[in-house]
């Protein structure tokens, strides 16, 4: 940030008055600009026992596998990002939601939602940012491709707790993001 | 928003091309400028029984009774998010934290977060934004004095589940703002 949204004059990072952390604060109008951590909604839909995945079609991790997951965006909820996601990646429409895994990402100031889900019809496709979709049984999941750490955890958990019937809900952090194996 | 917080010039309100909604878009260098839901973290605290709340020394509903709680920051968990502001606006220390109610509260795009917690020691204060704290049976809550819906909201279903001795993590949405009662 070099310049206020607001005025259009400099920006300096300072700790404001009763604030303990620095902001960018504009050094005309004095407007305080706060940064918070984004939200990003997903489903791990799941037909017939088997888990919807999407091939990325786009980096980061392109070509690697993921459940359909982005933004939230303003004026949704979580659920209704989660399934807007999932139509836009997947042409998946997701149906009876449950919130499930949580995930805390503060290294980059990110929250993830994963919601389970049904998929209408069991029909789905490929949105513009994934080059295929597929679902998979367990035993074929393809673990080495997968794109991120939040979705090999889900995913590892997901299948766990299906052997258990019990679905509870976790939030963890991860701290650092690896490559899964 | 009004200029671009990257180099200055003037931004406009259209629809980028890829995208299916509006953002605005620098006339210059063309940065897209999204903005997202921000996440409120915050605690129940509860003590020998009793719920810790504090008394707003701030608008909106300066006077009023509310959960400490407040805007997640970049870099932090949600959960240590919850612990800060408890410690800052009720000065408790905040221990055995355990994700309890997720509230979307679209049409002002928030997303809240309550963890149940002990209180360390029992002990707790008023931080600068509070006029008081007090720990309260659930006969003693001033129901009629509670700040937000989803604190009132979280606080009678925390009391509801302790008669059965059960916490499930809930999500819900709150569709408007209304005042309790």
Redesign the interface.
């Known amino acids: 940030?070099?310049?206020?949204?607001?005025?259009?004059n400099s920006?300096t990072l300072r700790i404001p008055e009763?604030d303990d952390?620095e902001r960018y604060v504009c050094v005309s109008c004095e407007a305080i600009?706060?940064?918070?951590?984004?939200?990003i909604v997903g489903c791990l839909p799941v037909h017939e026992g088997r888990v919807l995945l999407c091939r990325r079609a786009i980096e980061p991790r392109r070509d690697f596998w993921t459940l359909p997951a982005g933004?939230?965006?303003?004026?949704?909820?979580?659920?209704?990002g989660a399934a807007r996601e999932t139509w836009e990646e997947a042409e998946a429409k997701a149906v009876d939601l449950q919130?499930y895994r949580?995930f805390?990402v503060?290294?980059i100031?990110q929250?993830y939602m994963f919601y389970r889900c049904g998929i209408e019809g069991g029909a789905f496709g490929a949105g513009?940012e994934s080059v295929e979709s597929a679902l998979f049984e367990e035993a074929q999941i393809p673990w080495d491709e997968i794109a991120f750490p939040v979705v090999y955890k889900a995913l590892k958990e997901y299948f766990d707790d299906r052997r258990k019937g019990e679905y509870?809900?976790r939030?963890s952090?991860i701290e650092r993001l690896r490559r899964p194996g």
């Open positions: 940030m070099n310049y206020c949204s607001s005025c259009g920006v009763g952390r600009h706060y940064t918070n951590p984004r939200v933004f939230m965006e303003n004026g949704e909820t979580s659920a209704a919130l949580i805390d503060p290294h100031s929250i513009p509870p809900v939030v952090s």
